[in-house]
Nanobody
Framework: QVQLVESGGGLVQAGGSLRLSCAASGSIVSINDMAWYRQAPGKQRELVATISSGGSTNYADSVKGRFTISRDNTKNTVYLQMNSLKPEDTAVYYC?????????????WGQGTQVTVSS
């Protein structure tokens, strides 16, 4: 079983920066894709960024050029560097990991971390 623990959320003024971390622990052999999602009040959860085990990345158009996803495979940790934050970035941010186990792939979610951007 794999667990994800996020950290790094908080309150920041518009234009500021935050760095989120998400560490995986448990019975890990390897982790495939990792991703960050976010969910604002009254809205559906949306994909923010993904990163493959080899380091290939994809971003939502709304965060391109401002957010950077990275990972440290030796620590089973994924990061989200968020710069030039806007009030519309306010949301609960969740990380997700996809991993192989018992001949199939599984996914696990973190508990979420609140990011609030004030204007």
């Amino acid at each position: 079983q794999v667990q994800l623990v996020e950290s790094g959320g908080g309150l920041v003024q518009a234009g500021g920066s935050l760095r989120l971390s998400c560490a995986a622990s448990g019975s890990i052999v390897s982790i495939n894709d990792m991703a960050w999602y976010r969910q604002a009040p009254g809205k559906q959860r949306e994909l923010v960024a993904t990163i493959s085990s080899g380091g290939s990345t994809n971003y939502a158009d709304s965060v391109k050029g401002r957010f950077t996803i990275s990972r440290d495979n030796t620590k089973n940790t994924v990061y989200l560097q968020m710069n030039s934050l806007k009030p519309e970035d306010t949301a609960v941010y969740y990380c997700k990991a996809v991993y192989p186990r018992l001949g199939t792939t599984w996914q696990v979610w973190g508990q979420g971390t609140q990011v609030t951007v004030s204007s």
